[in-house]
Nanobody
């Protein structure tokens, strides 16, 4: 089992940047595929980005491609989401998620993940 804690959210102006972090407990972090999702008010949770166990495979939602980068440091049990050129429509609660396999593929459905963090708020002002 793994526990996830996100940090790094906040208020930023449009065009700015933020880096979210998700720290995972447990000694088998390198065996987990990781994902970032977000949920805006009155909207369903949506996929943002995912990384395979090693970080060798990543995949992004079209809405963030070229602006966001997912990365992971398995030695620190942490996955990151670097968010650049932020837009007001990026405003949401961001969640990291883990799946205890997926070393040879990536997963973009929230149903594929069994572990979730509590979320961190990102607000982008215009």
């Amino acid at each position: 089992q793994v526990q996830l804690v996100e940090s790094g959210g906040g208020l930023v102006q449009a065009g700015g940047s933020l880096r979210l972090s998700c720290a995972a407990s447990g000694r088998t972090f390198r065996g987990y595929a990781m994902g970032w999702f977000r949920q805006a008010p009155r909207k369903e949770r949506e996929f943002v980005a995912t990384s395979s166990c090693s970080g060798g495979m990543t995949y992004y939602a079209d809405s963030v491609k070229g602006r966001f980068t997912i990365s992971r440091d398995n030695a620190k049990n942490t996955v990151y989401l670097q968010m650049n050129s932020l837009k007001p429509e990026d405003t949401a609660v961001y969640y990291c998620a883990a799946r205890n396999d997926g070393c040879d593929r990536y997963f973009i459905s929230s149903n594929d993940y069994g572990y979730w963090g509590q979320g961190t708020q990102v607000t982008v002002s215009s």
